[in-house]
C-alpha cells in the first residue's frame, strides 16, 4: 500500500476498517522507502500471485516498483529495473514494467534448462523490461535480439542486461514495429 497515492484507502481496506487517520496514512506514506524492497521481494511480486488487475488490490502496485526481483533456481536472483509510475501509467509503455506473462516466460525457459538455451540463437519480440532476452543469456544462448517498438523500452532493456549480466555482445537490441 501506498504505491498508488491513495495510502489511506488501501491501508483500511488492508486492516478491515472504515479508514484511518491521516497521522497513520502519514506515517505510512514515510515508510515507503522501506516498504518497496520489501515488497519487490515477496512473493506476491516475484512469483506474481496476483494478476495485474484483481479483486485483492485492484492494480498489483508491482508494476510500479522501480525495481523487481526475478527468482531463479539454483542461482542468483535478477534485479529488473521499471519505469512505469501512476503519474505517468497511461503515457507509458506497457513494456516498462514485468507482466505476470513476462515472469511465467522467464519461468519457463528456466524450466527448459541451460542445456536447452546452450548456443541457440534467440529473437524475443516485444522484450519490454529485457527479462527474457536476459534470462536466455543467463541459460546460456549465443546470441540474443530483443525487440521492440519503443525506444525508451529498448533503454530499459539494455540497462537491464547490463546490470544483470555485464558487457556482453550476446544480446543485442532493435526497434521493430509489428502489426498494423
Known amino acids: 500500500f501506498g504505491i498508488l497515492e491513495n495510502t489511506a484507502d488501501e491501508l483500511a481496506d488492508l486492516l478491515g476498517v472504515d479508514e ?3 497521522a497513520v496514512a502519514q506515517v505510512v506514506r514515510a515508510l515507503r522507502p522501506v516498504y518497496e524492497p520489501i515488497k519487490a521481494a515477496s512473493r506476491s511480486c516475484t512469483d506474481g500471485i496476483f494478476p495485474e488487475f484483481n479483486e485483492v488490490n485492484d492494480f498489483n502496485d508491482c508494476l510500479l ?7 531463479r533456481p539454483g542461482a542468483a536472483p535478477l534485479l529488473v529495473k521499471q519505469t512505469m509510475s501512476m503519474s505517468s501509467i497511461w503515457q507509458q509503455s506497457t513494456g516498462s514494467s514485468i507482466w505476470g506473462g513476462g515472469l511465467v516466460l522467464s519461468r519457463q525457459m528456466e524450466a527448459l534448462g541451460a542445456q536447452f538455451w546452450a548456443s541457440k540463437r534467440v529473437l524475443e519480440l516485444g522484450t519490454g523490461t529485457g527479462l527474457g532476452a536476459v534470462t536466455a543469456c543467463k541459460l546460456g544462448a549465443g546470441q540474443v535480439l530483443a525487440t521492440d517498438r519503443d525506444e525508451q523500452v529498448l533503454q530499459l532493456a539494455e540497462l537491464n542486461a547490463k546490470n544483470n549480466l555485464g558487457v556482453t555482445s550476446r544480446l543485442r537490441t532493435a526497434q521493430l514495429t509489428w502489426g498494423g
Open 20 to 22: 484511518v487517520s491521516p
Open 65 to 71: 516498483l522501480p525495481t523487481r526481483l526475478v527468482r
